[in-house]
Structure formats: structure tokens, C-alpha cells
């Protein structure tokens, strides 16, 4: 029997609901009309309606069900309006075969739910790759992605992406428009495009995670909330999609990656590096979690993707107890795979820290020295930070000092900066 129930405790029902639940709900009924922007709405529909109802009528049994319900028959009488405006009744039995029912079914009872959950884990992978199309710009895929499957608010993803609540509306309202417009089909692709398009899915998702695990900028050395997110969206993808094994891969690297939160700042917010970090606060849930990830992708006996890669730098770095313990000479040979695999400055510059500390500074300054005139990384702190340290190692202090000091004026991090400007006091003239 329901409940009645005051106002605050609706909306913090609702809202826990609405978080967990959003993109399924939104997936479903994107099926039925092949339209994400009005899936939404009529999303929103059915969060009004609780709102409207909960509070007189008492919170349901099953609130998850009861929303999913009440937007299944708002889609329903979305199709049949729109099948009065346009005159077609072809549309609307084409519609209702997509559908796979003659009526919206209440699935509050469990009818048939293990039919049900097996088509929305269908629908949910559909969103994802809808929301990750070519079509759109990375930044838009990053928005649309959070609003559509992160259950986030557009106050909470514009805080997120450091711009401003109308900007980020804007932002997704296009995204919307340019699916729409190009008649981005509600499909998971097959075969080799299928292998093409996850790529872009699981960059969306890696990039989320970055920003929450290494903010670009701002006063926070990182945003928990996004990788935490990120995480959710991961684990989303291995359990509808657990034939790849990029997705266990990238789960298992931000995995172990979130682990050492906890270990990466002080008690003044300042930055702590993985070498000075206190292992003993590292997450064992979340490695152990990452390590279970790691042989769930390399049991499928594929060769070693991107993330399958730096996920085993990672565990490299999870399972030594202290930093000197670490497998520097196995952590430079797998950057060296992962530059046959995926090449980036980014990632011949992770090796030559690897290679700098496998090999010593000489050898990884030997490496980085290219970068230097690497356009693409003009603007990257890192870059000159990881010079400074590799000429501070080498006894040149001057030249790492300025090296510090050029790494310093690029980054827009405030911990990050803190950093650079102590390791420049700390060489002194």
C-alpha cells in the first residue's frame, strides 16, 4: 500500500530515482518514438507527473517502475497524436511493431521483466552510441552523455565543464537538433563500424573521467562527482556490451586510478604525486575491482587495445606496496606498446618518465627532447614539468627551474601551480 509523504521526502526520492534511473527510462522510450530529444521530454513527463501525484497519492512500491510506466504511455500517446497530425496510419503501426507491444505493459508486478530488462540493456547501449555520434563535437558528446546517462543536472554538468548554465543548455539543445537533423538512427552499429564507433564511446566516457581525476582548471586538483560518474558509465557498458574488451579495459584503468583519491592530496589541498603518495590509503576495494576488470579483458584473448594497456601500467603501479617496488622496466616496455598501438605526445611522453626512471634521467631526457617542438603540446604543462624534473635529477638546476617556471605560467590549476612554484623554491639559485 502507498505511502503518503511530505514534499522534501518526495523530492529526495525522486531525485535518487531519477539518478539511477534516467537513462534507461529515456532509452526505453527512445525506442519507441527513434527520437532522443522527444524521449527526453516525455522523460520529463513523467518526473513532473510524480511530482504531481507522489505527494497526495504516497510514493509507489516501485518508483523506478511506476516512472517507467508513466513515460511508456506518454510515448504511447505521443505516437498517437502524431499519427492524427500527419494523417499516416501507417506510421502508427510501424511504430507499435517497433515498439513490441499493443499496449504499454505495467511492469510493476514483474510481468515479464527479464524480457524487459534484456531489451532496455539494448536500448541503454543504443543511447550511449547515440549520444557519442561523429556527428557531434567531442564537447557536445561529453555534455549529451552526462545529461542522458550520467542522471546529472545541467546546473551540475555546466559546473562540471566550467561554463556557464544557459552555454551548457545551448550545448545540448544542439546536440539534439544536429541528431535530429541528421537522422542519426536509434541503432547499435555491427561489425567493423561497431568496433569504429565504440572507440568514440569510450574516449567520451575516458575524457569524464580525466577532468574529474585531473581538473583542467580551477581551484580543485580534482572533481570526484565526474569520476565517479565516469565509473558508473564504465561498469554501464561491461555489463551490456561484456564481449569487448576495451570497455573492461578502461573500466579496470579507472578503477585503479580512482583508488588512489583518497592519497592524492594533503590536508591543505595540495597536489601529492604518485611517488610521495601513502599507498596504505589507496582504495583496495576499487584495485581489486580494476584487477578483476583487467583478466575479464584479457580472458577474451584478444591482443592488448589502448585501454587494456594503460590499465596494465596501472596495475603495475597498484600492486607494488611501496614506489620504489614499482616495475619501471615493464611500465616503459608497455608505454612502448602502447605507442604501437595508440601514438600520442602524451603517451611518448609518459614513456619517457617511464624510461627516466627505468633507465635514469639521461636516458628519458633523450626521449623527450623532440616533444619539445611538438606543436600539439605547446600549451601542455606537463611537459615542461617533466623536463624540469628529469634536468633537476641531472644536477642542472637552473635550466629545471626554468623548466618549472614555464610549466607554471601554462597550467590553470591551482594545486598544480602550488606544486611547480615549491619545486622551484625547492632548487633554490
Known amino acids: 500500500m502507498n505511502t503518503v509523504v511530505d514534499h522534501p521526502t518526495v523530492h529526495a526520492c525522486l531525485a535518487a530515482v531519477w539518478r539511477k534511473e534516467s537513462a534507461r527510462i529515456v532509452a526505453t522510450v527512445a525506442r519507441y518514438v527513434r527520437d532522443i530529444g522527444v524521449a527526453e521530454d516525455l522523460a520529463q513527463d513523467a518526473l513532473i507527473a510524480a511530482l504531481e501525484h507522489w505527494p497526495s497519492d504516497g510514493l509507489p512500491q516501485n518508483p523506478a517502475a511506476w516512472l517507467m510506466t508513466t513515460a511508456k504511455h506518454r510515448a504511447l500517446d505521443h505516437l498517437r497524436h502524431r499519427q492524427m497530425a500527419d494523417a499516416r496510419h501507417g506510421d502508427l503501426a510501424s511504430d507499435l511493431q517497433a515498439m513490441n507491444v499493443h499496449v504499454v505493459p505495467d511492469f510493476s508486478d514483474g510481468l515479464d521483466e527479464a524480457r524487459e530488462n534484456a531489451a532496455i540493456g539494448d536500448d541503454l547501449l543504443r543511447l550511449i552510441f547515440a549520444a557519442c555520434h ?50 542519426v538512427p536509434f541503432e547499435v552499429p555491427k561489425g567493423d ?152 605526445p602524451v603517451v611518448e611522453l609518459n614513456r619517457a618518465v617511464a624510461v627516466g626512471l627505468a633507465e635514469g634521467p639521461a636516458a628519458g631526457l633523450v626521449i623527450l627532447e623532440p616533444l619539445l617542438c611538438d606543436k600539439t603540446l605547446q600549451h601542455y604543462p606537463w611537459l615542461p614539468s617533466v623536463q624540469g624534473d628529469l634536468l633537476e635529477k641531472l644536477g642542472r638546476g637552473a635550466q629545471a627551474r626554468a623548466a618549472y617556471a614555464r610549466a607554471a605560467a601554462m597550467t590553470r590549476n591551482e594545486p598544480e ?12 639559485d
Open 417 to 428: 601551480r602550488r606544486w611547480l612554484l615549491r619545486r622551484i623554491d625547492a632548487i633554490g
Open 134 to 183: 561523429p556527428v557531434l563535437a567531442t564537447e557536445a558528446r561529453v555534455a549529451l552523455t552526462l545529461k542522458l546517462l550520467g542522471g546529472m543536472t545541467t546546473a551540475e554538468i555546466a559546473r562540471a565543464c566550467l561554463t556557464s548554465e544557459a552555454t551548457l543548455a545551448q550545448r545540448i539543445v544542439r546536440a539534439k537538433r544536429a541528431l535530429a537533423q541528421a537522422q
Open 193 to 344: 563500424e561497431l568496433k569504429r564507433r565504440l572507440g568514440a564511446v569510450l574516449e567520451v566516457v575516458y575524457l569524464i573521467f580525466n577532468e574529474g581525476y585531473t581538473a583542467t582548471s580551477g581551484a580543485d586538483w580534482m572533481r570526484p562527482a565526474l569520476c565517479d560518474e565516469a565509473l558508473r558509465l564504465g561498469q554501464l557498458l561491461s555489463e551490456i556490451a561484456p564481449d569487448q574488451p576495451e570497455v573492461h579495459g578502461l573500466v579496470a584503468l579507472m578503477a585503479i586510478q580512482a583508488s588512489r583519491t583518497p592519497a592524492r592530496t594533503d590536508d591543505e589541498g595540495n597536489l601529492v604525486l604518485l611517488a610521495a603518495q601513502n599507498r596504505t590509503c589507496w582504495d583496495q576495494r576499487l584495485i581489486q575491482r580494476g584487477l578483476c576488470a583487467l583478466e575479464q579483458a584479457q580472458a577474451l584473448g584478444q591482443p592488448d587495445g589502448s585501454y587494456c594497456l594503460q590499465a596494465s601500467i596501472a596495475a603495475c603501479h597498484a600492486r607494488a606496496v611501496h614506489a620504489d617496488d614499482t616495475d619501471w622496466p615493464r611500465i616503459a616496455a608497455l608505454y612502448g606498446a602502447l605507442m604501437r598501438v595508440a601514438p600520442s
